[in-house]
């Protein structure tokens, strides 16, 4: 119990520490080829986990919606579950795999390798060196690699629909158009943020503390992934429950409804 | 001097440690350690593996926090700089750490140019003439420059990582345990390198290490320190502090016990015959 208290206290002062050196400004150089490293490598992952999560859907949710009649607003149920819910949620847990996994191990092996000392003796912070610029490559690519994984989600789940339980073009995009607004896709894309952030301080985290030589580097790789995906869990929840409030007033407002 | 501010050194640094203690933990690792390192002077830490040595050197440049007395950097108390400034003042060290602890996605020229890309120089020519001034000092032939730290051998590393520390002109250099793991003609090379480079630049030195021959070579003060789980609590952690030659004839049983008859004989040798360039010699032995 001590122990969880002391390691969130050490977490609070790390998060701290990044906000701080964040306004120290960029290191645009470091950062950079990260962008294009962790963004272009996960894109085939996510795309892949977008197209079947919304093949899934439509076959899952199919079978419940043709026992009402309801088979036509399958693109209803497809695209509001990918876009709200499942796409943000399975993008930043692949990432929590494939990203925050190889982040943490990277600097868990520098840590041991005293790379991180020799940083911070070469007058380099290892926080603003290492750990912002990957906090902020997760913040920016989770969000952006979550379109894409809507993108194919529905695309994934319209194929299903239309070419293998026979729904209509025109009806399966009528529905889906008519139930998807903007508030949909910015709460997918709100939540995808905040899940892109935890994976980055949550990896750099784990990786920067990490001690025991090579079985230490491991540990660090799934302790990471683990933290990641439960925070992903937790968070979810209560973003869900936050948006639940205040999805009346918002599609209001951005239907331009006023308040 | 006002508390925070960076001091200024033209020369090599002056360091003084004040009833400095260390917990880590629950494990409580140096005492009140007492000790004044002067200007342009090469201190050797020597003692039993578990007696703090590496934690005393990381102690020196801040990576380690006193938990008890003070650390005084030109009179300057290291606990009341804050962190960017510490930052700061660490350019005035090298630490040559134990494994090179080089940045293993760059090369060689690519490690040696780190620094210097950290402070803002950004003239590649100036850049380029200081890399290769380093690497020739430390004796590294031009054809390993471009290569990845993985395709070195331990004392290549070594002397790569010597270079790295130098290339900003510290005021203070940092061994630790330089000649750990390296054959015998590999150690006299990495000796005469330190030697070297406290001969020929106003530097302060501090050299951790379990080799005689080194202290014997490089020493003109030696620190012995002792594993605190051994002491008793009104003992001293320090067992010996004093010149290479009152190292020889300190009668300390401690001292005497930790040298060892053949540890004697190696002091006297190495401090009475001029140790031979072996730079030479160990580049044909590791190409």
């Known amino acids: ?259 | 001097m006002s508390s925070g501010s960076i001091p200024q050194t033209d020369g090599p640094a002056t360091m003084r440690l004040e009833g400095v203690g260390v917990t880590l933990g629950d494990n409580q690792i140096l005492r009140g350690i007492n000790l004044n390192i002067s200007a342009g002077q090469t201190l050797v830490v020597i003692g039993e593996s578990g007696c703090g040595k590496s934690v005393f050197l990381k102690l020196l440049i801040g990576l380690v926090k006193a938990t008890e007395g003070r650390i005084l950097f030109q009179d300057q108390d290291l606990k009341l700089l804050s962190e960017n400034r510490l930052m700061k003042l660490r350019l005035k060290y090298g630490y040559l750490f134990q494994s090179g602890a080089l940045f293993d996605s760059l090369s060689v020229e690519e490690n040696v140019a780190f620094p210097m890309r950290q402070q803002g120089i950004h003239s590649e020519t100036s850049i380029r003439h200081r890399i290769c001034e380093s690497l020739e000092d430390v004796g590294l032939p031009p054809s390993l420059w471009t290569r990845m730290p993985s395709d070195l051998s331990g004392g290549q590393r070594k002397r790569v990582g010597l270079a790295r520390a130098l290339v900003m002109q510290p005021a203070i250099m940092l061994y630790d345990e330089p000649t750990t793991g390296l054959d015998p003609i590999m150690t006299g090379v990495i000796n005469d390198l330190i030697l070297k480079v406290a001969r020929s630049r106003p530097v302060t030195s501090v050299v951790i290490t379990h080799e005689l021959r080194t202290l014997a070579t490089v020493a003109d003060r030696v620190l012995m320190l002792r594993p605190l789980p051994r002491l008793e609590p009104w003992e001293p952690q320090v067992a010996f502090e004093g010149t290479p030659s009152e190292l020889r004839q300190c009668g300390l049983p401690v001292v005497r016990s930790f040298l060892g008859g053949h540890g004697i004989a190696e002091i006297t040798a190495g401090s009475d015959s001029s140790t031979p360039d072996l730079t030479h010699q160990a580049e044909h032995s590791h190409e």
């Open chain 1, 1 to 259: 119990m001590l122990g969880a208290v002391e390691t969130s206290g050490d977490f609070a002062v790390f998060v701290a520490r990044v906000a701080f050196s964040l306004k120290r400004g960029v290191r645009w150089d470091v950062m950079g080829p990260l962008l294009v490293e962790i963004g272009f490598r996960s894109i085939g992952v996510v795309l892949f986990t977008g197209c079947f999560i919304g093949m899934v859907l439509a076959v899952q949710a199919h079978m419940q919606l043709a026992a009402y009649g309801a088979a036509t607003r399958l693109g209803q149920m497809v695209n509001l579950s990918v876009i709200r819910e499942l796409g943000p949620v399975l993008a930043a847990t692949m990432l929590a795999g494939r990203v925050g996994g190889s982040i943490s191990a990277e600097i868990a092996t520098m840590r041991m390798s005293e790379q991180v000392d020799a940083l911070a003796c070469l007058g380099v912070s290892p926080i603003r060196y290492l750990a912002v610029p990957r906090f902020l490559a997760c913040l920016i690519l989770v969000p952006v690699l979550t379109v894409f994984a809507n993108f194919m989600g529905i695309l994934g789940g319209a194929i299903v629909a239309t070419e293998i339980h026979g729904i209509e073009p025109y009806h399966y995009w009528q529905h889906a158009s008519e139930s998807v607004d903007l508030w949909d896709h910015l709460m997918g894309l709100i939540k995808a943020f905040f899940f892109g952030g935890s994976i980055g301080l949550i990896s750099c985290y784990v990786g920067l503390n990490a001690t025991g030589g090579a079985r230490g580097v491991g540990i660090a790789a799934t302790r990471a992934f683990v933290v990641s995906f439960l925070t992903i869990m937790v968070c979810d929840f209560f973003l869900g429950l936050f948006f639940a409030r205040i999805t009346p007033t918002m599609s209001r407002l951005l239907s331009g409804g006023g308040p």
